[in-house]
């Protein structure tokens, strides 16, 4: 890299570190700034004029004195734009937030497959958009989170069995009926980023996010950055062999491990059971024998936690599916923590001892695996974690894998 480049290089990093300090600091007077990052304070002077003159940073109030005239106090100015970030799951739910990350609005739409899922989500981000200019702010970007392979930058949905989307170029379709900048990102890669930005995830470098639901991936934070890897498939542990009898097998829509350890998965094998005779909470008896009520892994679940036989051996079956995955995905990537969140995360307590239980002197190292802090508002939050990044330099708050 040439001289000039070193320079520009670490101006914006000084840039990033100003505003990191003032957005979750602030307000300080430029002398301080310059104390707490170790800079000169030419330095800071200069690269506050630049901030000052993008609004991006305010002077708001004089701090007191201790002689001679008192400073000019510095924060930073979370109004000076906005940013959209939707996730695509049952629903699709979108936030307007600033650029602290305060959630401003919300809205949310039915997912529905094909175009129409496309027109869905047109609507969503145009009324977040016209809340925007309601309350006077200009939107810097789009973030949308996809549950797919998503190839980045260019904003291409692989293939998404549950929206029917494949080879999708959603970045283009969005951008050219919203003329702003938008992203598109995995969702799990969203969630990773939303919990090491505001949730569980907080100061870990080696983080694993795993979102448990119709489809299972992972969102990976290896060394403070977000993992993408080569054709932006890291992290599609759905399709994780977890036995040599799935070997050979093809799978068009659903992966492996999601196929049998998914919600679809779970209602399978729950029914299977019913017709075979077994009793449950699950079935009733009827004039012709034993009738199953229309099921949901909610309420699959729901009867194991009342010790229900038959629900309690699928989820027993599922977590065995999921330890052997997460066993194997601990001894690869030796995270610090792994997150559980997803459709699935409000029944962690059904999963996750049971799977420490197992891994427990079977692994060199067993990571610390917790559930979700913010839930589907990881999302929301990596989305403009995302968005904010993408859009300026200086805002980003977790960085990107090159």
Request: with cysteine; hydrophobic share 45%.
């Amino acid at each position: 890299m040439s001289r000039t480049g070193n320079a520009t290089l670490l101006r914006k990093v000084n840039e990033s570190a100003v505003l990191k300090l003032l957005r979750e600091d602030g307000p300080f007077a430029r002398a301080e700034i310059a104390r707490h990052l170790q800079l000169s304070p030419p330095t800071i002077t200069r690269i506050v004029a630049d901030l000052i003159d993008s609004g991006l940073v305010l002077e708001r109030e004089t701090g007191s004195s201790t002689g001679g005239r008192p400073p000019t106090l510095l924060d930073f100015n979370a109004s000076a734009g906005s940013v959209i970030g939707v996730y695509i799951g049952q629903q699709m739910t979108g936030a307007l937030a600033n650029l602290g990350g305060q959630v401003l609005a919300r809205r949310s739409k039915d997912s529905v497959p094909g175009d129409a899922g496309v027109q869905h989500l047109l609507m969503l981000v145009t009324d977040l958009m016209e809340e925007a200019t309601k309350r006077g702010v200009k939107v810097r970007g789009v973030a949308v989170g996809a549950p797919s392979i998503v190839l980045f930058p260019q904003g291409i949905v692989v293939w998404s069995p549950t929206l029917g989307w494949q080879d999708l170029p959603l970045k283009d379709i969005l951008e050219e009926q919203l003329g702003v900048p938008v992203f598109i990102e995995n969702e799990v890669n969203l969630i990773a980023l939303g919990e090491s930005w505001r949730g569980a995830g907080r100061g870990l470098e080696n983080l694993v996010c795993i979102s448990l639901g119709e489809e299972i991936g992972a969102g990976l934070i290896l060394n403070g950055r977000l993992y993408r890897g080569a054709g932006s498939a890291a992290g599609e542990i759905g399709y994780m062999i977890t036995s040599d009898r799935f070997l050979g097998q093809a799978y068009a829509t659903f992966g492996c491990l999601e196929g049998i350890a998914g919600s679809l998965g779970i209602i399978k094998r729950a029914q299977e059971r019913i017709i075979s005779g077994e009793m449950s909470l699950l079935s009733k008896e009827g004039d012709n024998g034993v009738e199953s009520y229309p099921l949901t892994v909610g309420r699959v679940l729901e009867a194991a936690r009342e010790d229900d036989a038959l629900a309690s051996a699928v989820v027993s079956e599922t977590v065995d599916y999921l330890s052997v995955a997460i066993a194997n995905l601990a001894c690869l990537i030796a995270p610090e923590r792994i997150i559980i969140s997803g459709e699935l995360a409000e029944f962690a307590d059904l999963f996750i001892e049971p799977i420490q239980k197992r891994m427990q002197g079977l692994i060199p190292q067993t990571p610390d695996i917790v559930v979700s802090e913010l839930k589907l508002d990881a999302i929301i939050f990596g989305a403009v974690a995302a968005a904010l990044r993408e859009t300026s330099d200086a805002l980003f708050v977790q960085p990107s894998q090159v």
